[in-house]
């Protein structure tokens, strides 16, 4: 049960994620609002291999895991026929960071280019955590990973987070979100918005991964709160093209406050935290907070 | 000197590609070759080199093949899923006569398959590929001091023909870790004129003739006969290895199952084996001589019997040929004793 939000679980229990996995509890709060009458495409990734194992498979609805590139473009084969066969469902999409910002970023814009009624939610824990916490597109300025590690002529990753949800939102698609399992009903409430809208849906969710940023299981959500406080992460959406409804934050809290928390930044200096904190600071300018 | 140390299949690779003069890495991650590219992260900049993370397999080998024309000598690895995403930019170097060196550590497949299960299911792969005719080497190694030995032979072959290399291990390579005493290797020089120092070269995926397209069958022909000649009949691409040459058993044995044999050899009398270290071109000569007295030769191999039927088509009626296979785990020394009875 979580306090307001339907009871039927759709995702369920028994399943092989880390203890603390943020990501299982997004997904299973994304289920309650997608419903029973849902299929789901999901790309390689955590989600894919801790949900579906023989005898520990979490899914109440028909699953469907393709290779790691293409889940947008079988969701668009799906949406098609299923239209042309006369059959409703919501068709949902399931991928982590590395599935959407790097290897089925095409697969992801064409599906967003040809506007197919899918709901592509992202999964986002900044690495690919499955294969042993490799960098992505979408893993943060400075943060440690097995390929990006930090030494004295490294400070770690040297590339920013890819902006994928300004990305995806210049596809012209009716509805982008963000969201952070931290905010359950927020979380809920974009899901839910998002199948109101017809053509394609994207939802991007930060996922808080103890195993991957190194902090304790009983910390994500915690942490994932600490992402929206600093302005480090903006919950947002934009509606038909206008950013509408930017989470406020009540006390602002400065970025070391939050890196400090994770072993993947414990390497950093002062001058990269300010850094950071600029990443920040730019954040709370461009959303007005 | 001589100086032990417990080294790891994934690890090997890397320590030989960077004695060998490697100094550019691109890759993706992919479980069971990520070892490879975790090393490379760290040493790299430690050389002077170059190490970077691309967004998929398909851009990591097109990366090392343009870091190539550059100037650098340059490799990927990956594993099946990723092996598959390779292929056109395979046919591209062979065809461009680009150096790049791929290291496809076997996992099982189809698909996704098992990732953290061994297997020789791409043997076929490494050889056909890419689409349209074309050469290619593809050399196996069977241990980790095989591992470090034929990289830096990849290397070495890749500069000097101008070709792309294929270097197949496995899961249980890749992963496993030995006692060796690594020998010291030869830097590879580049050998191909290289972007950037005055020359208007020009490079194309096209059938061409020094750089620039043909259309014309006849040259076409000449072309891609000159491709294979170039590797077929180079007299230092193929490598093998024969033990108890007079047995009239023999164990035709390529990466991991060769472990196995030596396994046999131990507890079977009159048995020999012919351990092929470069698969493909196949090494038919060698083959054919070591077989002439030979009555049975048993093929194991990690997949649904793939090289067997090279074999056979090299020794004919000669004798008998037997495959062994196992699949998503090494084949066990009891499964071929119970053919050798």
Same mark, same amino acid.
């Given at each position: 049960m979580?306090a307001?939000l339907?009871? #039927?679980?759709?995702?369920?229990?028994?399943?092989?994620?880390?203890a603390?996995?943020?990501q299982?509890?997004?997904?299973?709060?994304?289920m309650?609002?997608l419903g029973r009458?849902t299929i789901v495409c999901?790309?390689?990734g955590c989600l894919?291999?801790y949900s579906?194992?023989?005898?520990?498979?979490?899914?109440k609805?028909p699953v469907?895991?393709?290779l790691f590139?293409?889940?947008p473009?079988v969701?668009s084969?799906?949406?098609?026929?299923?239209?042309?066969?006369g059959?409703?469902?919501?068709i949902a999409?399931?991928?982590?960071?590395?599935?959407t910002?790097?290897?089925?970023?095409?697969?992801?814009?064409g599906m967003l #280019?040809?506007?197919?009624?899918?709901i592509?939610i992202c999964i986002d824990n900044?690495a690919?955590?499955?294969?042993?916490?490799q960098?992505?597109?979408s893993?943060p300025?400075?943060a440690y990973t097995t390929t990006?590690?930090p030494?004295k002529v490294?400070?770690?990753?040297?590339?920013?987070k890819?902006?994928?949800p300004?990305i995806?939102?210049?596809?012209?698609?009716?509805?982008v979100a963000t969201a952070n399992?931290?905010?359950?009903?927020?979380?809920y409430?974009k899901?839910k918005?998002?199948m109101?809208f017809?053509g394609?849906k994207?939802?991007?969710?930060?996922t808080p991964c103890?195993?991957?940023?190194?902090f #304790?299981s009983n910390e994500?959500?915690?942490?994932?709160?600490?992402?929206?406080e600093?302005?480090?992460?903006?919950?947002?959406?934009v509606v038909n093209?206008?950013?509408t409804?930017v989470?406020?934050?009540k006390?602002?809290?400065?970025?070391?406050e939050?890196?400090?928390r994770?072993a993947?930044?414990?390497?950093l200096?002062?001058?990269?935290?300010?850094?950071?904190?600029?990443i920040?600071?730019e954040n709370a300018?461009i959303f007005?907070l | 000197?001589t100086?032990?140390?417990?080294?790891?299949?994934n690890e090997?690779?890397?320590?030989a590609a960077?004695?060998?003069?490697?100094r550019?890495y691109?890759?993706?991650p992919i479980?069971?070759s990520?070892?490879i590219?975790?090393l490379?992260?760290k040493?790299m900049p430690?050389v002077g080199?170059?190490f970077?993370?691309?967004?998929?397999?398909?851009?990591?080998?097109?990366?090392?093949i343009g870091a190539?024309?550059?100037g650098?000598i340059?490799m990927t690895?990956?594993s099946?899923?990723?092996?598959?995403?390779m292929q056109?930019n395979?046919?591209?170097a062979?065809?461009?006569e680009?150096p790049?060196?791929i290291?496809d550590?076997?996992?099982?497949g189809?698909?996704t398959?098992? @990732?953290?299960? @061994?297997s +020789?299911g791409d043997?076929?792969?490494?050889?056909?590929?890419?689409?349209?005719?074309?050469?290619?080497?593809?050399? %196996?190694p069977?241990?980790?001091?095989?591992s470090y030995?034929?990289t830096?032979?990849?290397?070495? =072959?890749a500069?000097?023909?101008?070709? @792309?290399?294929i270097l197949?291990t496995d899961?249980?390579?890749?992963?496993?870790r030995e006692?060796?005493? =690594?020998?010291?290797i030869e830097r590879?020089?580049?050998n191909?004129?290289?972007?950037?120092?005055g020359?208007?070269?020009h490079?194309?995926?096209l059938?061409?003739?020094?750089?620039f397209?043909i259309?014309?069958?006849?040259k076409y022909e000449?072309l891609?006969k000159r491709?294979?000649n170039k590797?077929?009949c180079?007299?230092?691409?193929?490598s093998y290895k024969i033990?108890?040459?007079?047995?009239?058993?023999?164990?035709?044995?390529?990466?991991s199952?060769y472990?196995?044999?030596?396994?046999?050899?131990?507890?079977a009398?009159?048995?020999g084996?012919?351990k092929a270290?470069?698969v493909?071109?196949?090494?038919e000569r060698?083959?054919k001589?070591?077989?002439k007295d030979?009555?049975?030769?048993?093929v194991?191999?990690m997949?649904?019997g793939k090289i067997v039927?090279?074999?056979?088509?090299?020794?004919?009626?000669s004798? +008998?040929?037997? %495959?062994?296979?196992? =699949?998503?785990q090494?084949?066990?020394? +009891?499964?071929?004793l119970?053919?050798?009875?």
């Open positions: 979580i307001g339907p009871g #039927e679980e759709l995702f369920l229990q028994g399943h092989t994620a880390c603390g996995c943020s299982a509890l997004a997904v299973r709060i994304a309650k609002a009458n999901l790309a390689t894919e291999i579906t194992q023989y005898r520990r498979c979490a899914w609805v469907i895991h393709m590139e293409n889940a473009a969701a084969g799906i949406e098609v026929a299923m239209k042309k066969l059959k409703k469902a919501n999409v399931f991928a982590g960071d590395g599935a910002a790097d290897i089925g970023f095409g697969a992801l814009s #280019e040809r506007g197919h009624n899918v592509y900044e690919y955590m499955n294969t042993g916490i960098r992505s597109g893993t300025y400075a990006s590690p030494g490294s400070i770690g990753n040297k590339t920013f890819k902006d994928l300004s995806v939102a210049a596809h012209r698609i009716p509805y399992p931290s905010y359950p009903k927020d979380l409430k899901v918005k998002a109101d017809d394609a994207y939802i991007h969710i930060l103890p195993t991957g940023w190194g #304790e994500s959500i915690e942490i994932g709160r600490l992402a929206n600093t302005a480090l992460w903006i919950n947002y959406e093209g206008e950013i409804d989470m406020k934050i006390e602002k809290k400065l970025v070391e939050y890196l400090r994770q993947r930044f414990r390497h200096s002062k001058k990269e935290i300010e850094e950071i904190q600029k920040a600071d300018r007005g | 000197m100086r032990m140390e417990l080294v790891q299949g090997a690779v890397v320590k960077i004695n060998a003069g490697c550019f691109a890759g993706y479980t069971p990520s070892e590219m975790h490379m992260a040493e430690r080199g170059v970077i993370q691309m967004e998929d397999e398909i851009t990591s080998i097109a990366a090392a190539s024309m550059a650098k340059a690895a990956t099946g899923p990723g092996f598959s995403l056109e395979i046919g591209y062979a065809m461009a680009i790049v060196v290291v550590v076997m996992r099982v189809p698909s398959g098992i @990732p953290t299960a @061994p +020789q043997v076929m792969q490494a050889r056909y590929g890419s689409h349209g005719d074309y050469p290619i080497i593809v050399l %196996s069977s241990d980790v001091l095989d030995v034929l830096a032979k990849a290397f070495y =072959l500069e000097k023909y101008r070709t @792309p290399v197949l899961e249980i390579i890749g992963h496993m006692s060796v005493n =690594l020998p010291n590879v020089e580049k191909m004129p290289i972007l950037g120092e020359r208007k070269l490079y194309t995926g059938a061409n003739e020094n750089g397209a259309y014309e069958p006849e000449r891609i491709l294979f590797i077929e180079a007299k230092d691409v193929i033990e108890n040459p007079d047995a009239k058993t023999m164990i035709f044995a390529y990466g199952p472990r196995t044999a030596k396994a046999v050899l131990k507890i009398k009159n048995v084996i012919f270290e470069t493909f071109p196949f090494p060698a083959l001589k070591a077989s030979v009555e049975k030769i048993i194991p191999e997949n649904v039927n090279e074999v056979k088509r090299v020794v004919g009626d004798c +008998q040929v037997v %495959s062994v296979t196992k =699949l998503a090494l084949v066990d020394p +009891q499964a071929i119970k053919v050798i009875e």
